[in-house]
């Protein structure tokens, strides 16, 4: 076993790397840990061999009763579990035979968990660990059971079922809508992602939170195969970044969704890119 890993800025959650998520940035071979000396970590799951994968418990209250009742005791279980000290929220770490999408859960209108492991495109999810810093407390992170990532076990079935059962929950409800409604889009061709390239860089990331994201749905819009890394890479321009918060809301995207000038989609982009000196 040998878990892969992504250097982080000190006391923050950041990655080092520009495109980090690349499988060509993890630092997997022992030979080349030096490249992640003087820096925080994260242990980057689909890159790992065999993958890991971190159920992020964002909130406490709704998440351990969810899973009382699917018939799982966090409070009991043998795994490593880390915790920045606020006593609300967990991470849970174990093996997987193969990557699963990551997915998030809200419950009672909060977020409440995660299963995390590789985004829709296949690059890595990764978990801030420890000993790096937490920003906010600026306390390292922590093991709070004997077990750490040397001694990852396999997830538990209940947890793995209900991962692939809300997979394929949330495929099915999509799939056939969007063929439909993105039948009349631009194809992917390089020509054409070379030219939303050149928009996007004449639009600040660092814009107001309502024309980022509208920006991120366009950019999804396209239905294309590298939307998600467009819009991430587009995106970790910005020094107010979160990687949560635009998970959030690519996993929020609604296709139906309208904007203040209508519809959301490459013609947003095009509207804001000619604002920032875009003349193509």
Known sequence: MSNAFIPIRKGTKRPLLANWNLKEKAVTAPGDAHKLAGHDLAIAHAYSDPPTMCLDIDDA???FPYFDELGIDLHSIDAPICWSGNSN????????????????VEIDGVMSFEYRCQNKNGTTVADVVPPSIHPKTEKPYEWITKKDLRSIPDIPSILLDDWKRRLAEEKAKYTAPLRATFCDYEGETPRRVTVLRSQLDCISPDCPYDQWRDVVFAIL???WS??????????????????????YVVNSYDRNRVGQRGKISRGTIYHYATQGGYRG
């Open 221 to 223: 819009s396209t239905q």
């Open 226 to 247: 590298c939307a998600h890394s467009l819009a991430l890479s587009w995106s970790e321009r910005s020094d107010k970044f979160n990687y949560r918060s635009f998970q």
């Open 89 to 104: 929220r967990f991470k849970y770490f174990f093996r997987l035979k193969e990557p699963l999408t990551l997915h998030q």
């Open 61 to 63: 209250k709704t998440a």
